[in-house]
């Protein structure tokens, strides 16, 4: 549960400047501060360029939930805002020089610098929502260990609190990244909303941003698919595991009743051996005692052949 603990996260979207609400502890910041400051050189007359770079790289968000917006952020009571630009280096047009490394990315690239406040966002919601696949996996392999204890015939399954947690994280998990695709989608919806751009290099680059802004949607209904299909695998497990446990039961009522059905007319035979009557036939001969064994045994073979017949027992 603590693996999935989020926080929201909000962006607001300017010409230059990408404004973000997030949580102090955040990791993702620490990520792409350090990324993007391998993007550009690390030379002395580009002190100011790698500081306005860390002013970028703060824009973070929580543990793992993250809410993309246009001109709209939620703030939270542990929240902090910063507004930061993008590094000026970072919107040469084509044919401008530029240093090396500085050139704006394409489609599906992450190595190159973003090349609007709009693409950086982008950027950091995918990368939170690709850290949900070290959550599914792990949730996929714990899942997979109770579904064998669940499964298993040897011991009682007896571990189903671990499996409610799990469960429960599921759930979060869900809600959360149906939560993502709502304002992934509002952000799609807005960025329709916006004018077209005159300028051939603006286009483009508005293409991009729908492009990467499906690939982000459809990333988040990747996992979403991936955590219902674990719901109705862990729900079909302990359907089955209550199955088996109610045909388990039924096997044991089965061969109860069975056995109960043999001694039946074994009690009946002595119970008319036991009566306190003087004429009673065979009571007084020496063989007496085995003709009485001799009929309980036939009349045992005979209901055991007879149950076996109508499959009243296992093979």
């Known amino acids: 549960?603590?693996?999935?603990?989020?926080?929201?996260?909000?962006f607001a979207l300017f010409d230059r400047v990408l404004l973000t609400v997030?949580?102090?502890?955040?990791?993702?910041?620490?990520?792409f501060e350090a990324r993007l400051s391998q993007m550009i050189p690390h030379a002395p007359r580009h002190d100011q360029r790698q500081q306005d770079l860390h002013d970028v790289a703060a824009l973070a968000q929580g543990p793992s939930y993250a809410s993309a917006a246009a001109q709209t952020g939620r703030t939270g009571d542990d929240a902090q805002t910063d507004d930061n630009a993008l590094p000026p280096a970072a919107a040469h047009e084509p044919g401008q020089d530029g240093a090396p490394g500085m050139r704006h990315e394409g489609r599906g690239s992450t190595s190159r610098l973003p090349p609007n406040p709009a693409d950086l966002m982008l950027r950091i919601v995918n990368h939170m929502v690709?850290?949900?696949l070290d959550l599914r996996r792990l949730l996929t392999k714990q899942f997979g260990y109770l579904q064998q204890e669940l499964l298993s015939n040897r011991n009682q399954f007896t571990n189903w609190q671990a499996l409610l947690d799990s469960r429960n994280t599921l759930h979060m998990l869900e809600d959360t990244c149906e939560d993502q695709r709502s304002a992934v989608q509002e952000w799609i919806d807005a960025l329709e909303e916006w004018p077209m751009p005159a300028e051939a290099q603006a286009a483009r680059e508005?293409?991009?941003?729908?492009?990467?802004?499906?690939?982000v949607q459809e990333h988040i209904e990747r996992v979403l698919g991936h955590v219902r299909r674990l719901e109705n695998s862990a729900e079909s497990a302990v359907q089955m595991h209550f199955s088996a446990q109610g045909s388990r039961t039924n096997d044991i009522m089965r061969t109860l009743t069975v056995l109960t059905a043999v001694f039946l007319p074994l009690n009946l035979i002595t119970g008319v051996f036991g009566m306190n009557f003087d004429a009673l036939p065979l009571i007084h001969a020496k063989v007496g005692f085995w003709i009485a064994m001799a009929?309980?045994?036939?009349?045992?073979?005979?209901?055991?052949?007879?149950?076996?017949?109508?499959?009243y027992l296992g093979d």
């Not at 997030?22 to 990520?31: G, I, L």
């Not at 508005?206 to 690939?215: K, N, P, Q, Y």
């Not at 009929?295 to 209901?303: N, P, R, T």
């Open 1 to 10: 549960m603590a693996a999935i603990d989020t926080s929201p996260v909000g």
């Open 22 to 31: 997030h949580p102090a502890d955040c990791s993702v910041r620490d990520f």
């Open 130 to 132: 690709d850290s949900y």
């Open 206 to 215: 508005r293409e991009l941003l729908r492009v990467r802004s499906r690939d």
């Open 295 to 311: 009929l309980m045994g036939a009349v045992v073979v005979g209901l055991v052949w007879w149950f076996r017949r109508q499959r």
